[in-house]
């Protein structure tokens, strides 16, 4: 595929009513979605986007983390622009940073996300070394540390049982990604919900998948600022994601 430069593409941030709450805030889930949502329409832009990698590789991307630095506060009434770059591959998984700027030219999200290609038929990673070679580039910059894999094991303690809904479910056939972080805060109390409305880092890694009407129960594990969440699955009793808000 050809080497683009991809830093040379902006594209509007989308942004909604339904993304903050009644004090003005936005919820956690939406700076995700903002940014999937500038990742999508880029990787259209370039030919990468998902519908045209199923229809001639038979391959979808996967996500395996997000992670975001809030650097300034995300107000509903600002308008922000968005640029995002392949950063790097480590044999499938590839890593992508965004970066988000105000009206101002100010910088006020930086973030990245690891993924890989599923191959949708055999429902696995593809490790076809041929195939990925195609979707790597230049490496750039790195705008914060993080990782793909979640190394911590905190003192967990449970907060509720949840059933996974048919509505959740996406086009592979297992719960959408956006649906965790929205997870996450229902799990949180009212008190922290309020501290969350200033979440200044928030990383996301998606484990094991929730099919349908799978039964999980939300955990946590609190500390002075920040809150750690994950979905553990009851049968077999592990780990389908983690959410950790700081703040």
Same mark, same amino acid.
């Given at each position: 595929m050809?080497?683009?430069?991809?830093r040379?593409?902006?594209?509007?941030?989308p942004?909604?009513?339904?993304?903050?709450?009644?004090?003005?805030?936005?919820?956690p889930a939406?700076?995700?979605?903002? @940014?999937?949502?500038?990742?999508?329409?880029h990787?259209?832009?370039?030919?990468?986007?998902?519908? #045209? =990698?199923?229809?001639?590789?038979?391959?979808?991307? *996967?996500l =395996?983390?997000f992670?975001?630095?809030?650097?300034?506060?995300?107000?509903?009434?600002?308008?922000y622009?968005?640029?995002?770059?392949?950063?790097?591959?480590?044999?499938?998984?590839? /890593?992508?940073?965004?970066?988000?700027?105000?009206?101002?030219?100010?910088?006020?999200?930086?973030?990245?996300t690891?993924?890989?290609l599923?191959?949708?038929?055999?429902?696995?990673?593809?490790? +076809?070394r041929?195939?990925?070679?195609?979707?790597?580039?230049?490496? /750039?910059?790195? =705008?914060?540390?993080?990782?793909?894999r979640? /190394?911590?094991?905190?003192? %967990?303690?449970?907060?509720?049982?949840?059933? *996974? /809904?048919?509505?959740?479910?996406?086009?592979?056939?297992?719960?959408?990604?956006? !649906?965790?972080a929205?997870?996450?805060y229902?799990?949180?109390?009212?008190?922290? !919900?309020?501290k969350?409305?200033h979440?200044?880092r928030? +990383?996301?890694? %998606?484990?094991?998948?929730?099919?349908? +009407?799978?039964?999980?129960?939300?955990?946590?594990?609190?500390?002075?600022?920040a809150?750690?969440?994950?979905?553990?699955?009851? +049968?077999?009793? #592990?780990?389908?994601f983690?959410?950790?808000? @700081?703040?």
């Open positions: 050809e080497r683009l430069d991809e040379a593409y902006s594209y509007a941030v942004t909604g009513l339904a993304m903050y709450n009644a004090r003005g805030a936005f919820y939406a700076l995700q979605r903002m @940014a999937v949502g500038v990742i999508e329409a990787l259209e832009q370039i030919g990468w986007d998902a519908p #045209k =990698l199923v229809r001639e590789h038979g391959l979808s991307w *996967v =395996l983390s992670s975001a630095e809030v650097r300034k506060p995300l107000s509903p009434d600002a308008v622009r968005a640029q995002t770059w392949h950063t790097h591959s480590q044999g499938p998984v590839f /890593r992508r940073e965004f970066c988000f700027v105000d009206q101002n030219g100010e910088i006020a999200v930086v973030g990245a690891f993924s890989s599923l191959d949708v038929k055999k429902h696995r990673l593809c490790i +076809d041929a195939i990925l070679a195609q979707f790597q580039k230049v490496e /750039r910059e790195t =705008l914060l540390e993080a990782e793909y979640y /190394r911590q094991t905190p003192p %967990f303690e449970p907060v509720e049982t949840r059933t *996974v /809904r048919p509505s959740w479910i996406d086009g592979l056939g297992h719960v959408n990604n956006m !649906r965790y929205d997870l996450a229902d799990a949180l109390t009212a008190e922290e !919900r309020e969350v409305d979440f200044t928030m +990383d996301v890694w %998606f484990l094991r998948e929730l099919t349908a +009407d799978a039964v999980f129960t939300m955990e946590k594990y609190g500390e002075e600022n809150v750690t969440l994950r979905g553990v699955i009851d +049968d077999g009793g #592990k780990p389908s983690v959410v950790r808000l @700081a703040f």
